[in-house]
C-alpha cells in the first residue's frame, strides 16, 4: 500500500508540474534581446531531457534560436559535474572549448563549464552570485559578453 501511495504522489506531483508549465512558464526578461545582439553561434547544452525542453522553448517563443542546437545529456548517457554535454555541444558546434562561453544557473554548471576548459558567466537572477563573473539580468548579458 505505501508503494502505491508514493506513486499516487509522485503522480500527483508530475501532474502539477506540467499544468504549472502549460499555465505560467515565461521567458526570463531581456533574454529574447540578448539572443538577438548575440552574434556568435549559440546553443543549449542540458541535463534535461529533449522531450522538456522543446516543448519550453516553443512555449517561451525561444524555439527559433535554437533550432538543431539543443544537445542533451541524455543524448550521450552524461550529467552534471561531469564536462561531456558542454564538450558535445563544442564539438557539434565546431567551437574549441577555450572559445566557448557558458551561462549557467547553477554551481555544477559553473564547475562544469570550468572542467570544460570554457569560460563561464553565471545567471543568478535573484539569488546570490556563487561565481565572480554573474548577471542578475538577460539586460546585463550582451555588456558582459564585450568584457571579456
Given at each position: 500500500m505505501a508503494?502505491?501511495?508514493?506513486?499516487?504522489?509522485?503522480?500527483?506531483?508530475?501532474?502539477?508540474?506540467v499544468e504549472l508549465f502549460d499555465t505560467n512558464l515565461e521567458a526570463f526578461e531581456g533574454v529574447h534581446k540578448a539572443?538577438?545582439?548575440?552574434?556568435?553561434?549559440?546553443?543549449?547544452?542540458?541535463?534535461?531531457?529533449?522531450?522538456?525542453?522543446?516543448?519550453a522553448l516553443t512555449k517561451t517563443n525561444l524555439a527559433n534560436y535554437f533550432?538543431?542546437?539543443?544537445?542533451?545529456?541524455?543524448?550521450i548517457g552524461s550529467?552534471?559535474?561531469?564536462?561531456?554535454?558542454?564538450?558535445?555541444?563544442?564539438?557539434?558546434?565546431?567551437?574549441?572549448?577555450?572559445?566557448?562561453?557558458?551561462i549557467e544557473d547553477s554551481a555544477a554548471g559553473i564547475e562544469e563549464a570550468a572542467a570544460a576548459g570554457m569560460s563561464s558567466i553565471q545567471f543568478c537572477g535573484s539569488r546570490q552570485p556563487c561565481h565572480s563573473n554573474y548577471i542578475?539580468?538577460?539586460?546585463?548579458?550582451?555588456?558582459?559578453?564585450?568584457?571579456?
Open positions: 508503494v502505491n501511495s508514493r506513486l499516487n504522489i509522485e503522480q500527483q506531483y508530475r501532474n502539477r508540474v539572443l538577438d545582439e548575440i552574434s556568435v553561434p549559440i546553443c543549449i547544452a542540458t541535463s534535461a531531457p529533449i522531450c522538456q525542453v522543446e516543448p533550432v538543431s542546437k539543443v544537445f542533451s545529456s541524455y543524448a550529467w552534471k559535474p561531469e564536462p561531456d554535454i558542454f564538450l558535445y555541444a563544442s564539438q557539434r558546434m565546431n567551437v574549441a572549448p577555450q572559445h566557448c562561453l557558458v542578475h539580468s538577460y539586460d546585463e548579458l550582451s555588456s558582459c559578453i564585450s568584457t571579456l
